[in-house]
């Protein structure tokens, strides 16, 4: 059998509360059902002793549900859904129970207070076991602070305060340009904060913004291609294709020119094979070489005659090559 362990640097501290407070505020909710089913659905003796708990039960195996997705993958599930249409059912007793003016306190301390509890101990589970805070309320509170810092131009970029303020400024220096009254002292004070009489940066910031608001007028009748005609965007661009340079031919084609001439030279010159192979693969190698033997034996009076595997080209080449070797 797998025994599930928990590292002490993943193990949930503090959810234990939470889950004690959880069922703590069913005891509220089990005496709002154990009322309405006695003096509403008239259940009574052995019956209602049986069935009042049944948003109860039904509510800890919600829960029990929840920390077990949790658990396996960081998610409660849809148990989380149940649990809270529960506590509609229960608001609707607490109303038949107390009326409307003590109803929500009953539905507040008990089903409400429980599930309040039990979201508290699953995201100490949920942080632990991630490092970070999922829960609903956790991404909303996250969601609203990245909104207001980038509202204040607080955003978390490579930007610092002294950049953020003279962009804004240079911004608002072209915008009140464009207006059609601008106001000169608070264009004066906007461009000395943004910095552009000595700042390059800013002064092209602020003309491209004035240029830009200045002829918004022609963005509205540019003629653009439309995306629906001009092709599709992930259509591959052709890009030319470039050869690849060789160090040294290869064995299926002969070396020619200038590096026949080196490979005969050498050859001649009796040098070790290792030094010529930097010119000419091994297989022309051998070909050179027997090419050679022929000229140097006098048995190559005929080109065509006597290639065998070598072509017309590569031996005419050596012939030329040996020539002007003999020559120098």
């Not at 008239?42 to 949790?70: P, T, Y």
């Not at 149940?82 to 301390?109: I, N, S, T």
Request: glycine share 8%.
């Amino acid at each position: 059998m797998a025994v599930r362990v928990t590292t002490p640097e993943h193990k949930p501290r503090g959810s234990g509360p939470w889950y004690i407070a959880f069922v703590v505020a069913l005891g509220v909710s089990v005496d709002t059902s154990w009322r309405y089913f006695g003096d509403h659905l008239h259940i009574v003796g052995a019956e209602r002793v049986l069935l009042f708990s049944v948003v109860e039960v039904f509510l800890l195996a919600a829960a029990w549900s929840m920390r077990a997705g949790v658990r396996r993958d960081g998610n409660p599930g849809s148990a989380r859904w149940v649990a809270w249409a529960l506590c509609g059912v229960q608001a609707y007793m607490a109303l038949g129970v107390a009326g409307p003016l003590d109803a929500p306190v009953r539905v507040g301390l008990g089903s409400v207070l429980a599930l309040v509890a039990l979201h508290q101990a699953l995201g100490i589970e949920i942080k632990a076991r991630t490092g970070v805070r999922s829960g609903t309320l956790a991404r909303i509170g996250r969601e609203l602070r990245e909104r207001a810092l980038s509202r204040l131009g607080l955003a978390d970029d490579a930007r610092d305060a002294l950049a953020r303020t003279r962009e804004r400024a240079a911004v608002r220096a072209a915008t009140i340009a464009t207006s059609r009254k601008p106001n000169l002292r608070t264009l004066r004070r906007a461009v000395l904060k943004s910095g552009a009489a000595t700042s390059p940066e800013m002064r092209a910031l602020l003309l491209d913004t004035r240029a830009a608001l200045g002829s918004v007028d022609k963005l509205v009748d540019m003629d653009v291609d439309s995306p629906w005609t001009s092709g599709r965007v992930d259509e591959p661009v052709p890009v030319p294709s470039v050869p690849r340079p060789r160090n040294a031919p290869t064995s299926g084609g002969p070396a020619i020119g200038g590096d026949m001439d080196k490979v005969v030279r050498l050859v001649l010159e009796g040098r070790p094979s290792d030094d010529i192979l930097e010119y000419v693969s091994a297989k022309n190698l051998q070909r050179v070489r027997r090419v050679l033997a022929k000229l140097s034996g006098g048995q190559f009076s005929d080109v065509a005659n006597a290639t065998g595997d070598i072509s017309l080209q590569m031996a005419t080449s050596i012939r030329t090559a040996y020539e002007k070797a003999m020559q120098s």
